[in-house]
């Protein structure tokens, strides 16, 4: 089993519509979890970090917590073309800095289409 | 305030060369970590320095390392070079300060030949 799973996809969701991304992992003693975004050639860019149970909202990016089902997900929501890249989950075992060690998902690719 | 800068940014090497890979962390930041990231083990972490110490190591072998200088500044090497370390190389800095907070560089494109 992966630490840490994601659906390749690629999901594709029309222009406006919410994107739901989701991640499991293995590690009951994760304590930090972190989305990315990445384009083609381009470097992961940190989209939204969680670390207690319930939904984070920044924009129209809310980040979902479940630690007893090991579940985190990234809903985007009026989802637009420059959304289109790989969404990588990450999960560190640090509440602090402290917890650099990043354990990344696969990533699932997104497209959304007009 | 700039952002985490690596070089260099593409470079082609031969079988059995060594190479050497600089980052330099947003400012004020202290934890430089790397990671290496390839089509088929997708991201996978190399090793974090804070204050000049090495603080995690991932499941890589000697051939690559790393070292931390009393600015933050980071180099990695990898010795003996393989095809296989044909990769991205991915710098991220952190604020000890500041919760979860893991910046990446724009990263080093090395290729083996």
């Known amino acids: 089993q992966k630490e840490v799973e994601q659906n390749s996809g690629p999901l594709s969701v029309p222009e406006g519509a919410i994107a739901s991304l989701n991640c499991t992992y293995s590690?009951?003693?994760?304590?930090?979890f972190f989305w990315y975004r990445q384009y083609s050639g381009k470097s992961p860019e940190l989209i939204m970090f969680?670390?207690?149970?319930g939904d984070k909202e920044d924009g129209r990016f809310t980040a979902q917590l479940n630690k007893a089902s090991q579940y985190v997900s990234l809903l985007i929501r009026d989802s637009q073309p420059s959304d289109s890249a790989t969404y990588l989950c990450?999960?560190?075992?640090?509440?602090?800095?402290?917890?650099?060690?990043?354990?990344f998902g696969t990533g699932t690719q997104l497209k959304v289409e007009l | 305030k700039a952002g985490v800068t690596q070089t260099p940014r593409y470079l082609i090497k031969t079988r059995g060369q060594q190479v050497t890979l600089s980052c330099s962390p947003i400012?004020?930041?202290?934890?430089v970590s790397w990671y290496q990231q390839t089509p088929g083990q997708g991201l996978q972490f190399l090793f974090e320095y804070f204050s000049e110490t090495q603080r995690n190591k991932g499941n890589f072998p000697g051939r690559f390392s790393g070292r931390q200088f009393s600015n933050s500044r980071s180099e990695m090497n990898v010795s003996t070079l393989e095809l296989g370390d044909s990769a991205l190389y991915l710098c991220?800095?952190?604020?000890?300060?500041?919760?979860?907070?893991?910046?990446f560089g724009e990263g080093s494109w090395l290729t083996v030949v």
């Open positions: 991220a800095s952190s604020d000890e300060a500041v919760r979860n907070t893991i910046y």
């Open positions: 990450a999960v560190s075992p640090g509440l602090t800095g402290g917890g650099n060690k990043l354990t």
């Open positions: 590690d009951r003693g994760s304590q930090s």
């Open positions: 400012s004020g930041h202290r934890s």
């Open positions: 969680i670390y207690s149970n």
